[in-house]
Every structure is written in structure tokens, then in C-alpha cells.
């Protein structure tokens, strides 16, 4: 057995895996009640995703993100340091930073980077010219992920003099953050990844019954076949080393012929992953007004990622309409799907399927009021801008 890498680092803990295997290794820095947690609810979230994909396809264009498939725990129920599975491979951890001191991990499926050509086109259309290369060769750089901020345009954060860092605060393709102008330039369907993430949200809250606090979407690599995903190899990254002369490359999309798929780059897909900081939310109890509200400060947890009720774009409202009316959809169908032989009267089964507007108006309340108690001269300019230009407000929002 080779020895580990790190390939990723938060402030939950770190991932490892080996080289070309398809199984990493996440080990917290706290208590393994809470790695304990977020092997739970990503467990019932991948099953959740597993259940509901098959059908959901037939009313979406875009499959749910993809979870991945958790495997086992250890060091969690007993001392870490008598656990089997530490006995056997502490020798395989690296010495820096305590990383091999015995605590609560669990494996699971490791989530593929972006290929390697996608990597030098990013690094080609983010990195100034003196810093190319060693960007390039830089090793942390093949564990790209890429995060979809569909919030806000890059333009709104760069006017405010912020840097674009990852969430280890580093100029680094790891986490590597794509905002709405971004990923527009780089061929990527905005609307597409608004209806994955909008989907990944509605299974999450409607289906496992989370919270979906904190909860992260990537756009990563994506196995050979979906059916055997769970058991496959990922692809050696010098494989793509092979290429000679990549020149100043631009991120193009590529047809279906080539690999694109649901609106994204060629070999790549939406996953969503970090469950543990998710809470159970009754949602389908009659304890309404308190779940709705918890399960839309679940979305705020985390909101770079969701669209802007109050953008500066004709675009960026556009993707809002789009997320909300998709999950607003998804939601009701879930729910149509669970309720509809139980319900006790047609009245009852549509109050429930009220749920999922309730959660989007209330989400988008506590966003606009953040913004006019926050940015006061930023909202006053994005209600004017959204009257002058006349943006239809969607029909769940009337």
C-alpha cells in the first residue's frame, strides 16, 4: 500500500488519498461526534440522491449533483489509537502537521479533480503572466475543484479590493472559486448549474430531510460510467502530461460528441459534499412556520453558491428565477411523490406542497433584508435597476 496525499484541507479537517486510487481518507481536527455527523448525513444523502435520480430525470434536464458514496468509519467508536484500521495504516499518513496522529476518519469515494487541460486553461485566464508556471507546476494545483458562486459577478468583489482565494485563504485551483461572470466566460450554462444546485438543495431538504447547512457544490471530474462509478480508477493525471505545446489555451465548451454534459465542460459534473453541519428538519410534520425558516437559514449558511434574489444583472436574475422555480418544482414533486396516498383531503396534500414556495420566499426575504441593513447603497441601486429595467418577478413570488 503506497502512502497518502493530502488533497484538500478545510477548517473541519483534511482529505487524503493515495496516488490513482478512487477511495480518499477525510480525518477531523475536533471530535469525531462531529465526523460521526457528517458520515450520517452523507450517507443519507447519497441515499436520498440514489432514490430520487431515477425519477426526477424524467422532469429535469440536469441530474442531481452526485454524493459521493460513503464506505466506512474509524477511530469513531472506540480510541483511535487501538482501531484496526489506524494500526494497519498509520505508517501511510505523512508526519507534517500531526497528520498522522491517530483520530476519527472515514473513506469514501474520492471526488475526481477537473482534467488536467481544464486546469492549464484555468490557470492560462486567472493567473498573470509571471505566475503561470508555477501555478503550473505547482502539485496542490491537480486537486481542482472548481466552486460555482453563482451570488454574485466577480466585478461585484473585485471593486471591493478582495483577492480570489480559495477557502484556505491561497491563490489555488484546490476550491478554486468561479463566480456568475466567471463561469459565463468560461462557456459554462449558468442556468444549468442553477438547476443542479437547485435540485441537490430540493432532495436534500425534501428527501434526506437536512438542513443543508454549509453544504458545498463542486464542479469536478467525473468517472467513465455512472454505473460503475463507486468502483472506478480515476484517470492518471500525467496522462494528460502527454500533451505537449498547450500554448495560451481559452476554456472552450466542447460538444455532447466530446464529453460536455448538462451544461458544464467536457468530463466534468456537479457533485455536492460536506454534510457536518447539516441538522434533521421535521419537514414532514405540521411544525411548519419554525422548519421553513430552519431550512432557509440553512441556505443562507452557505449562500455563494445560490443565486441573488437582488442582482445587479439581467442574468444574475434570470439564473435567480431559474434556481427557485426549479427547486420550488422539484420540491413539490418530492413531496407529491411522499404525500399523495396519505394525504387526508386535496386542501391538505396542497398545503403541504406549499412547502417549498414558503422556503424560497422566506430565503429571499432574509437575503434582501441583509442587504438593505448591510450594503444600504448597494440595495438602493439593484431595486432601482431591477423597477427601470422591469425584471419579471416569477409567479411564486406574487
Keep these: 500500500m503506497g502512502h497518502y496525499t493530502e488533497i484538500g484541507r478545510g477548517t473541519f479537517g483534511v482529505v487524503f488519498s493515495g496516488e490513482y ?24 444523502t447519497s441515499f436520498a ?10 422532469k429535469f434536464p440536469e441530474p442531481v449533483p452526485r454524493v459521493p458514496w460513503y464506505e466506512s468509519s474509524h477511530g469513531i467508536q472506540k480510541p483511535s489509537a487501538i482501531d484496526p484500521w489506524w494500526i494497519v495504516n498509520q505508517h501511510r499518513f505523512p ?29 492560462r485566464r486567472f493567473w498573470p503572466p509571471e505566475k503561470q508556471q508555477t501555478a503550473l507546476d505547482d502539485p496542490e494545483n491537480r486537486d481542482c475543484m472548481i466552486r460555482p458562486y453563482l451570488q454574485e459577478r466577480w466585478a461585484y468583489h473585485e471593486g ?31 442556468h444549468a448549474v442553477s438547476r443542479q444546485i437547485a ?19 463542486v464542479i469536478a471530474g467525473r468517472y467513465p460510467s455512472s454505473t460503475t462509478a463507486p468502483r472506478a480508477h480515476t484517470m492518471p493525471l500525467d496522462a494528460y ?51 421553513i425558516r430552519k431550512l432557509a437559514l440553512g441556505i443562507c449558511a452557505n449562500d455563494p453558491y445560490y443565486p441573488n434574489p437582488l ?33 387526508t383531503s386535496d386542501e391538505h396534500l396542497e398545503r403541504v406542497l406549499q412547502r417549498p414556495s414558503m422556503v424560497m420566499k422566506e430565503w429571499s426575504k432574509i437575503m434582501i433584508n441583509a442587504k438593505r441593513n448591510n450594503e444600504r447603497e448597494v440595495y438602493d441601486a439593484r431595486v432601482k435597476t431591477r423597477k427601470e429595467q422591469g425584471w419579471k418577478r416569477p409567479d411564486w413570488a406574487t
Excluded at 491517530?102 to 484555468?122: A, D, T, W
Excluded at 435567480?320 to 399523495?340: C, D, M, N, P, S
Design 21 to 44: 486510487s478512487n477511495t480518499a481518507v477525510k480525518k477531523t481536527f475536533k471530535g469525531s461526534n462531529t465526523l460521526a455527523v457528517e458520515f450520517e448525513h452523507g450517507l443519507a
Design 49 to 58: 440522491v440514489t432514490a430520487t435520480a431515477p425519477f426526477l430525470k424524467h
Design 95 to 123: 508526519s507534517t502537521n500531526g497528520d498522522d496522529v491517530p483520530n476519527g476518519v472515514f473513506l469514501f469515494e474520492r471526488i475526481p479533480p477537473v482534467p488536467r487541460i481544464l486546469q492549464e486553461s484555468l490557470i
Design 160 to 190: 471591493r479590493g478582495r483577492k480570489r482565494l480559495n477557502n484556505e485563504q491561497k491563490e489555488s485551483l484546490r476550491n478554486f472559486p468561479a463566480y456568475l461572470d466567471d463561469l459565463q466566460a468560461m462557456g459554462i450554462d449558468c
Design 199 to 217: 435540485l441537490g438543495l430540493a432532495v436534500g431538504h425534501w428527501e434526506a430531510q437536512h438542513d443543508m447547512t454549509d453544504v458545498e457544490f
Design 241 to 291: 502530461d502527454q500533451i505537449e505545446n498547450l500554448g495560451n489555451r481559452t476554456i472552450m465548451t466542447e460538444g455532447t460528441d466530446k464529453g460536455q454534459k448538462y451544461g458544464l465542460l467536457a468530463n466534468t459534473q456537479m457533485w455536492f459534499v460536506d454534510f457536518d453541519k447539516c441538522n434533521r428538519v421535521r419537514v414532514w410534520d405540521d411544525t411548519l412556520a419554525k422548519d
Design 311 to 343: 442582482p445587479d444583472t439581467q442574468l444574475g436574475w434570470d439564473v435567480f428565477v431559474t434556481f427557485t422555480e426549479t427547486y420550488i418544482q422539484a420540491g413539490r414533486y418530492l413531496l407529491q411523490r411522499a404525500f399523495e396516498k396519505v394525504a
